[in-house]
């Protein structure tokens, strides 16, 4: 039995639900990261999905390769691979090659799937093992307070996209937000979920210390401004092993 997230990200509706997000907003994010950092110029995308980061990244003049666990998403991206762009197919728990990459990438909330605390602490500590001496891991996640409040607020919503109709809601599990997505496709209805952990910027810190690892910044949205742990929408952090 695959975890939900094999199932939902390997399916085409998971990008037309995902269809809107800014392609600008990212370049602009990943322009800021690289005037933040001075790295050497080897990165990885890790959880790329169909590579639009990657090839941000890329044209920012790094060379990336992009790592994502969906076959699906890798034959996609693969269409974009040149000199200093490829994609593989792996897993972010064992698939890192050690002491490789200057800069390291998990975007997009791409974090807190796995099945315990412990799982996604292993994780975080395959990426930093990534890392060369001097090396930078950016991730970014949601805010896990202001994610809660949203959620316990009522959230159900649905859109129209490519003849599909989308319809979710939201819950808080013990500590994950879980988000139930029905998707009619004609007359058609399949189910899907997301589950995402509700990490705080105290979980990433007791996990930085027990991985021998430093948090360098936190940031609290995609233009880089400061934390806050009340009202910003996301908890981006810099680490360095």
């Known amino acids: 039995m695959k975890d939900w997230y094999e199932q939902w990200f390997d399916t085409d509706y998971y990008h037309y639900l995902y269809s809107h997000r800014d392609e600008a907003e990212a370049e602009a994010f990943l322009l800021l990261l690289k005037s933040r950092l001075r790295t050497g110029p080897k990165a990885l995308d890790v959880a790329c999905g169909r590579g639009r980061h990657s090839v941000i990244l890329h044209q920012l003049g790094y060379d990336v390769t992009g790592l994502d666990l969906s076959a699906k998403n890798i034959a996609f991206a693969k269409k974009e691979e040149r000199q200093g762009l490829q994609f593989v197919e792996g897993d972010m728990l064992k698939d890192i090659p050690e002491h490789t990459y200057d800069f390291i990438v998990n975007l997009f909330t791409s974090f807190g799937y796995l099945e315990n605390k412990e799982h996604d602490q292993a994780a975080l500590a395959s990426m930093l093992k990534g890392l060369r001496k001097g090396g930078v891991l950016v991730l970014d996640y949601l805010n896990a307070t202001t994610a809660r409040k949203t959620v316990e607020r009522g959230q159900e919503s649905s859109l ?43 979980d990433f810190k007791q996990m930085a210390t027990e991985l021998n690892a430093s948090i360098l910044y936190t940031f609290g949205n995609y233009f880089l401004e400061p934390f806050d742990p009340e009202k910003s929408d996301r908890l981006i952090l810099f680490f360095s092993a």
């Open 160 to 202: 129209m996209n490519a003849g599909i109709q989308f319809s979710w809601k939201k819950r808080i599990q013990g500590d994950c937000i879980c988000k139930e997505i029905s998707v009619l496709d004609g007359d058609r209805l399949r189910i899907y979920n997301e589950s995402v952990r509700l990490h705080s910027l105290e």
